[in-house]
C-alpha cells in the first residue's frame, strides 16, 4: 500500500511538472468536489476532472446527471458543490437557496430536420405556424407532399426554452401533438431516422446524420453562434451556493482557463469568458 | 372390556353434548407466531414500504386538494404548463392503455413458453432448445431496458414508420417492447406456480387419459389459478412503472392516444421528464401526482385481481388442492370441439411463442453486436490504461468503464444484501403466519410497490436524505448505500411475491410430514419446506438481480456519477454502467461514442449473466447438501 | 388394561361440519387398535385428533379432551435407556381441577391414571406441539418422505426433534432401518433420494422415521392404502410385530386387516365411535355383517345435535 500511494505520489509529481500553470492552483487543495445537474454539461465537467484528477490524484471529482431542475435542488440543499443548468436561474430558485451562476459557455440551438428533407431554410414565421401546429405538411413550405412530424424537448429543458424564446417568439406554444424527447442524442436519433421529423438540437451534435435549417437566413455553425450573428443560442451556467471557495472555486477558475476552453470547445460549445 | 362399557359410550353418542364441557376452541396453526427474525423482516419491508407510500401521499396530497391561482388542477385534460394547465389525466389513461395491452400481449407469450416447458419437451431430459428458452428467459430478466430502448429505436420503429405512418414512435412501439420487458417477469412467476401443481398431478392425471396439453390446461392451469393473476398483476405493474422505454418509443405527447400509431405520453415518463423544471413548481411537484396516481391505480389493479381469485375459489376448503385430488375442471363447461380447438391453439403457442421470443431477443443481440463491434476492445474496459495495472488498481481509469462495471457489480451485492432477508423473510411470513387479512393488505402493498416507478425510489432517496441532512446528519450525502437501500426497496416487491408463491405452491402432504414428525414450525420451514420452495425463490433472486443491475431511473438521484473511479467504499459515490449507457444514450455526438454505448450495453449483459449464473451455482451448491 | 391416552367427548368440525361428534374412547398402553369406517366417515379426522394434526390442515374447531396418561417427551433420550418415560421430563398441565371435574363421573377409568397426572392435549401451548408429535408418532396413507436423501429422511427428524447427537445417528438409523426390515434393501444406498424408493420401501422408510423418534403411541392412517398386495403383507407382518412393543392406533377400512392386525376393533360410522368385541365375531363375514348393521343404526337414528 505504501509502494502504491509512493508511485501514484512519483506519477502525481512527474505529470505535475509535465502540466501547464493552470493546474497547479489545485496544489495542496484536498478533499471532494461533487458536481451534478444538466447533462450537456458532463463531457465539459469529465474531461476537467480527469485532468485535475491525473495531476493530483488526493482530489476526488464527482459528476452526476439529473437535469437542470436536480441540479438547483442538488446545490441548493448541499448535496453538490456545483449544480449545472443548461438554464438561467429562475428568481425563486435565486432566492430560495442563495445561487450565484457563472455561465461558462455558448450552447446554439439548431432547428433540424432528416438529411433527405429537400428543405434548406425557414422563415420566423413559417417555423412558428409549424411548431403551433397550423402547418402540418412539408409541401406548404416549398417541400415534398408528407407531413410534419414534430419533435420537442421536454418542459423546463433549456434547449426548449431558448428555441421558444428565440427562434419562435416569447410566449409561442408548441403544439401538444409533438413529440417528447429528453436529450439530444434522443433528437437525434429520432430525426435521423424519420425523414419527415423537424425538431431541434445543439449546435454541437449536427453532423452528416441531420441537417441545420437556414432560419430567416441565419446558418447554424459553431462560428456564426460565436460571432453573434446567429442568435439562437443559450448559455450554460455553474452554479454555487454562496461565493465558492477553495476546491470549488479553483474548479470553476479552471474552466474559465485555456485547458479548460479547450476542453468547452472539445464538447461542441462556444466558451465564455468570465 | 365388558358388554356394559359398549352401551354406555353408545349411550354417550345418543346424548346430547353435556353442557359441562368448556367451550369450543378453534384451533389453526397460522395462530403460531413467527420468530423475531422474521417479524422483524416484515417489519422492516413495511415500515420502507409505508414511508415510501406516505411520502408519495403527502407530496401529491396539496396538488389534489387545492391548485394555484389561475391554473387548472392536475385532474384535468390539458399539459401546458406555459399557460398554467397541468392536466395529467391524459397520461393516466396512456399509462392505463400501454401497460394493459402490453400485458395482454405478454401474456399469451408467457404462457406459450410455460406450455412449452411442459409440452415441448420429449422423455424426461428437457431437450436442447427448452434449456435455452430457459437460460433466455433467466438472462431475460437482466436486460437493461435502456438496452431494450435504444435497440428497439433503431430496429422496430423504423418498421413500424413504414407499416403505420407516422413517427413510429408510438403506442405499438412502446407496447411491444414493453411486453418483452415483462416477459420474464411473468414467465417466472407462472412457472414457479404451475411446476408443483404439475408435478402433483404427474402420476395421476396421464393416468386418466388426458394429454400433456389437456393436463395443462384443464387442471395445471385452473389449480395455478393464483400464480397466474400475479404474474398478470405484476406484469401490469412492471409495464405501469417503467420509466425508460415509454419515454424513448411512445413519442410523449401528451396527448391522447386512440390508435396504435398515436404518440402517447406515460405517467412514469411524464415523471422523467419533468425534473428538468424547476424544484416546487407546479410542474415538478406533478411528478407527485402522477407517482400517486400510478400507487393508486397499482392498488386498484391489484385489488380487483385478488377479488376475482377469491369469487373463484369462494369455498376455503378447496382453495387448496389436496396432492393428488384433481381440481374441478373447466372441461365441462366446454363443448368438445371448443377443448379441441384450445388444445391445438395451446399446442401451437407452445412453439410460436418461444420462436417471437428468442426471434426478438437474437435480434436484439446481433444488432447490438454489429453496432458495438468498432468499440470492443480492451480500450472500451480500460481507456489508455494498461489492462493489467487497471486491474490491481494501481493506476485509474479513464474512458474506460471498468470502474463502472465493478460498481454494477457491489451495488448489486449491497442491494440483494439489504434486499434479502426483508423480502424473503415477509414471503415466508405471507404463506406461513399471516392471517387472511394480513394476506390481503401485505399482499397488496407488495403489489402495489411492484408498479412504482423506479423514479420514485430514487426521488425517495433523495428527499429521505434532505431530511437526514435538515436533522440528524447533517452530512448526509448520496452514497452507495443509499442507492442499494433505494434498489433494495425496488426488488422487494419481486423477492416478496416469489417467495410466497413458491412456499404455497409446496405439497400440503409435505407440511403434515413435518408436522407429524414433530417438528416445529420453524424447522419444518427450515429443513424441508425452504429448501423444497428453493426453486422458486432462487428464481426471484435472478429477477431482482437482474432488476437491480440494470435500473438507472434509482441510481441517478441517489448516488450514481459519472466520473468517479473504482467504489471507494459504502459512503461513497460510486459509477454504474447503466448510468453510463443512459448517458451516452442522451448525451452521444460521434458515431464512436455510440458505439461505446452499446458496447457497454453487451458488457451489462455479460455483468447480469456473470451474477445470474454465481446465483444458479449458490443455489446448486445448496440443494446438493440438502 | 390401563390407558394410554383417553378421549372424552371429542367433537371437531370444520367450517361448521362436523366431522366427528362427541367421541369418547380409551387407548391401551398395549396392542394395536384399529378403527374400520367407510371413506368419509371421520376416522381420519379422528385419527389426527389424537396429535393435533387437523389445525395444520385448516382452522378447526374442537370440543372435548384429549387426555394423555404419559409425559411428553422433551428431552434427548438415550437409546438403551431404561424406561422412556422417565427420560421425558413431564409437562405440568395448566388447570389440573377443570379437568379433574370433567372426569370424576369416570372412576374405573381414572383409576389407574390419576397418579400419572394426565395432559389434555388442547390445554396444550403451541410450543408443545413438537413434543406431542414426537410423543404420539404417525404414518400417513400416502407414503410422504421428505424430498431429501434416504438417510436425511431418519436423521433430520432425529437431529432436529429428538435432539440426537450426532455420534449417535448412524446408529440409530441402521436399527430403525432394521426395525422395518430395509436395511438390507437401502444399506448401500442411503445417500439416493428417498423418492427413488418403491411405493412399500417408501411406507416402511415412513414406518421406520416415525419409530426412531421413539414414540410412545404410533398413529398410523391407512398405512397400506396405496400399497400392492405383497407390500401389504410386508407391512402388515411388520406392524404386527411392532404392536407388541408400540401400542398404536390403525386406521383401515379394510375389514380382512382390521381381523389380522387387531387387538381391538372399533367401526366408525357418520363421526361416531362404536366397540366391537372380539366374542362378537369369528370370520369376516360375521364382522361385515355386524359392521352393515352398526352402519344402518347410525344412519337411521337421529344424531345428536351438536
Not at chain 1, 141 to 166: H, M, Q, W
Not at chain 2, 340 to 354: G, V
Not at chain 3, 19 to 34: A, F
Amino acid at each position: 500500500m505504501k509502494l502504491f500511494s509512493a508511485f501514484l505520489l512519483a506519477f502525481a509529481l512527474l505529470a505535475g511538472s509535465a502540466q501547464a500553470a493552470p493546474l497547479d492552483t489545485f496544489a495542496g487543495l484536498q478533499g471532494t468536489l461533487d458536481i451534478a445537474g444538466g447533462t450537456a454539461h458532463i463531457p465539459v465537467m469529465k474531461s476537467a476532472a480527469q485532468a485535475i484528477m491525473s495531476a493530483h490524484p488526493a482530489l476526488r471529482i464527482t459528476i452526476t446527471g439529473g437535469g437542470s431542475g436536480v441540479g438547483v435542488q442538488k446545490v441548493g440543499e448541499g448535496l453538490a458543490h456545483i449544480g449545472n443548468t443548461g438554464r438561467p436561474l429562475k428568481e425563486g430558485e435565486m432566492s430560495k437557496y442563495g445561487l450565484k451562476s457563472f455561465p461558462f459557455a455558448i450552447d446554439g440551438v439548431a432547428i433540424a430536420v432528416n438529411p433527405a428533407n429537400s428543405v434548406q431554410a425557414l422563415s420566423k414565421a413559417q417555423l412558428l405556424a409549424i411548431f403551433a401546429g397550423d402547418i402540418t405538411n412539408w409541401k406548404e413550405v416549398g417541400g415534398a407532399n408528407a407531413p410534419i412530424n414534430l419533435y420537442s424537448r421536454e418542459d423546463g429543458s433549456g434547449t426548449r426554452e431558448v428555441f421558444e424564446e428565440k427562434a419562435l417568439t416569447k410566449g409561442a406554444k408548441t403544439s401538444p401533438k409533438a413529440n417528447v424527447v429528453n436529450s439530444n442524442g434522443a433528437m437525434k436519433t429520432a430525426i435521423a431516422q424519420d425523414v419527415n421529423a423537424i425538431g431541434y438540437v445543439g449546435i454541437g451534435h449536427l453532423d452528416a446524420k441531420i441537417k441545420g435549417i437556414v432560419l430567416d437566413g441565419m446558418t447554424p455553425s459553431q462560428q456564426n453562434a460565436a460571432d453573434g450573428s446567429y442568435t439562437v443560442t443559450r448559455k450554460l451556467y455553474m452554479n454555487t451556493k454562496g461565493e465558492p471557495t477553495g476546491l470549488t472555486k479553483a474548479f470553476i477558475e479552471y474552466i474559465y482557463s485555456p485547458e479548460g476552453t479547450a476542453f468547452v470547445k472539445k464538447a461542441g460549445y462556444i466558451p465564455l469568458a468570465k | 372390556m365388558p358388554a356394559q362399557h359398549t352401551e354406555q359410550v353408545r349411550g354417550h353418542t345418543a346424548a346430547p353434548a353435556p353442557c359441562s364441557l368448556p367451550k369450543p376452541r378453534t384451533l389453526s396453526a397460522r395462530t403460531a407466531r413467527a420468530g423475531w427474525l422474521l417479524r422483524l423482516a416484515v417489519f422492516a419491508a413495511l415500515s420502507a414500504i409505508a414511508l415510501l407510500f406516505i411520502m408519495v401521499v403527502l407530496f401529491a396530497l396539496p396538488l389534489f386538494t387545492g391548485t394555484a391561482e389561475g391554473s387548472s388542477g392536475v385532474f384535468s385534460w390539458q399539459w401546458l404548463p406555459a399557460s398554467g394547465q397541468f392536466g395529467i389525466l391524459p397520461m393516466l389513461c396512456a399509462t392505463l392503455l400501454l401497460a394493459f395491452s402490453a400485458m395482454l400481449l405478454a401474456m399469451p407469450l408467457a404462457f406459450g413458453i410455460c406450455a412449452h416447458f411442459y409440452l415441448g419437451q420429449k422423455g424426461s431430459q428437457p431437450s436442447l432448445f427448452t434449456r435455452l428458452l430457459r437460460a433466455t428467459v433467466n438472462g431475460m430478466t437482466a436486460i437493461p431496458t435502456v438496452v431494450y430502448g435504444f435497440t428497439a429505436l433503431f430496429l422496430l420503429t423504423p418498421l413500424v414508420r413504414a407499416g403505420l405512418g407516422g413517427t413510429g414512435l408510438c403506442w405499438l412501439s412502446a407496447m411491444l417492447v414493453l411486453a418483452l420487458l415483462a416477459l420474464p417477469t411473468m414467465v417466472l412467476v407462472m412457472e414457479a406456480s404451475l411446476r408443483p401443481r404439475m408435478h402433483a398431478l404427474r402420476p395421476t392425471a396421464p393416468a386418466l387419459g388426458f394429454s400433456p396439453v389437456q393436463i395443462l390446461l384443464f387442471l395445471g392451469l385452473p389449480a395455478a389459478r393464483e400464480g397466474i393473476l400475479s404474474a398478470a398483476v405484476l406484469g401490469f405493474g412492471r409495464a405501469a412503472g417503467d420509466t425508460l422505454l415509454p419515454l424513448m418509443l411512445s413519442g410523449n405527447a401528451p396527448q391522447l392516444a386512440f390508435d396504435f400509431s398515436a404518440s402517447l405520453r406515460t405517467l412514469s415518463a411524464h415523471m422523467a421528464l419533468v425534473t428538468a423544471n424547476e424544484a416546487g413548481s407546479t410542474a415538478y411537484n406533478s411528478l407527485f401526482a402522477a407517482g400517486a396516481l400510478l400507487l393508486l391505480v397499482n392498488a386498484g389493479i391489484s385489488l380487483m385481481a385478488r377479488a376475482l381469485s377469491q369469487r373463484a375459489s369462494a369455498n376455503p376448503l378447496h382453495a387448496q388442492p389436496k396432492s393428488n385430488a384433481l381440481p374441478h375442471d373447466i372441461l365441462c363447461c366446454m363443448g368438445h370441439w371448443g377443448s379441441t380447438c384450445l388444445c391445438r391453439l395451446t399446442c401451437l403457442l407452445s412453439w410460436l411463442a418461444p420462436l417471437v421470443v428468442l426471434g426478438a431477443l437474437g435480434a436484439l443481440l446481433i444488432f447490438l453486436c454489429l453496432n458495438s463491434v468498432d468499440a470492443l476492445n480492451w480500450g472500451l474496459l480500460f481507456g489508455s490504461t494498461p489492462p493489467l495495472q487497471a486491474l490491481l488498481g494501481l493506476r485509474p481509469v479513464w474512458d474506460g468503464i471498468w470502474p463502472a462495471c465493478l460498481g454494477t457489480g457491489c451495488l448489486v451485492l449491497c442491494s440483494m444484501a439489504l434486499a434479502m432477508l426483508p423480502g424473503i423473510g415477509c414471503g415466508i411470513y405471507l404463506a406461513e403466519y399471516a392471517t387472511a387479512g394480513q394476506r390481503r393488505w401485505i399482499g397488496c402493498a407488495a403489489e402495489m410497490l411492484a408498479g412504482t416507478p423506479s423514479i420514485v425510489m430514487g426521488l425517495f432517496g433523495f428527499l429521505v436524505i434532505l431530511f437526514l441532512r435538515r436533522t440528524l446528519l447533517p452530512e448526509a450525502n448520496t452514497c452507495l448505500l443509499l442507492a442499494a437501500a433505494c434498489l433494495a426497496l425496488l426488488v422487494l416487491p419481486v423477492l416478496i411475491i416469489a417467495t410466497r408463491e413458491a412456499l404455497e405452491a409446496c405439497p400440503h402432504s409435505l407440511r403434515m410430514a413435518s408436522a407429524a414428525l414433530g417438528f416445529s414450525r420453524q424447522q419444518a420451514l427450515r429443513h424441508v419446506l425452504l429448501p423444497a420452495a428453493s426453486r422458486g425463490i432462487a428464481s426471484g433472486m435472478v429477477l431482482a438481480i437482474g432488476r437491480a443491475a440494470e435500473d438507472t431511473a434509482v441510481i441517478m438521484l441517489t448516488g450514481v456519477v459519472a466520473n468517479a473511479g473504482l467504489p471507494a467504499g459504502l459512503l461513497a459515490k460510486f459509477e454504474a454502467l447503466p448510468f453510463f449507457i443512459y448517458y451516452t444514450a442522451a448525451e452521444y455526438q460521434t458515431d464512436m461514442e455510440l458505439a461505446r454505448g452499446f458496447g457497454a450495453a453487451l458488457l451489462l449483459l455479460a455483468v447480469a449473466l456473470v451474477l445470474l449464473l454465481l446465483a444458479s451455482f449458490m443455489r446448486r451448491r445448496y440443494s446438493i447438501r440438502r | 388394561m390401563p390407558a394410554l391416552l383417553s378421549v372424552r367427548h371429542l367433537s371437531i368440525s370444520f367450517h361448521e361440519r362436523t366431522v366427528v361428534k362427541d367421541i369418547s374412547l380409551d387407548i391401551p398402553k398395549s396392542g394395536i387398535t384399529v378403527l374400520v369406517g367407510r371413506s368419509g366417515s371421520g376416522k381420519t379426522t379422528f385419527l389426527r385428533a389424537l396429535n393435533r394434526l387437523n389445525e395444520e390442515l385448516s382452522p378447526c374447531e374442537v370440543r372435548g379432551q384429549v387426555l394423555l396418561h404419559c409425559p411428553l417427551t422433551h428431552a434427548y433420550q438415550p437409546l438403551h435407556g431404561s424406561e422412556p418415560a422417565l427420560a421425558g421430563k413431564p409437562i405440568q398441565e395448566k388447570e389440573p381441577a377443570h379437568v379433574n371435574k370433567a372426569e370424576h363421573a369416570k372412576e374405573s377409568i381414572q383409576a389407574d391414571t390419576a397418579t400419572q397426572n394426565p395432559v389434555d392435549i388442547y390445554q396444550l401451548p403451541p410450543s408443545s406441539l413438537p413434543a406431542l408429535r414426537r410423543t404420539v408418532g404417525m404414518v400417513f396413507q400416502n407414503p410422504n418422505v421428505l424430498p431429501v436423501s434416504i438417510k436425511r429422511n431418519i436423521t433430520l427428524p432425529l437431529a432436529l426433534v429428538a435432539h440426537c447427537p450426532q455420534g449417535e445417528l448412524e446408529q440409530r438409523l441402521e436399527q430403525a432401518l432394521r426395525t422395518c426390515a430395509l436395511w438390507a434393501e437401502v444399506q448401500d444406498r442411503l445417500h439416493a433420494p428417498a423418492s427413488s424408493l418403491s411405493g412399500g420401501q417408501q411406507q416402511r422408510l415412513c414406518l421406520a422415521r416415525a419409530l426412531a423418534l421413539q414414540p410412545r403411541l404410533l398413529l398410523l392412517d391407512e398405512p397400506t392404502a396405496s400399497l400392492d398386495v405383497f407390500a401389504t403383507q410386508q407391512v402388515e407382518e411388520l406392524l404386527r410385530a411392532l404392536g407388541q412393543h408400540v401400542p398404536m392406533v390403525v386406521v383401515s377400512h379394510s375389514l380382512a386387516q382390521a381381523r389380522a392386525l387387531a387387538d381391538r376393533i372399533f367401526f366408525f360410522s357418520e363421526g361416531s365411535l362404536f366397540p366391537v368385541e372380539k366374542d362378537d365375531y369369528a370370520s369376516n363375514a360375521e364382522l361385515a355383517a355386524l359392521f352393515r348393521e352398526t352402519e344402518q343404526q347410525t344412519i337411521c337414528s337421529p344424531q345428536p345435535a351438536l
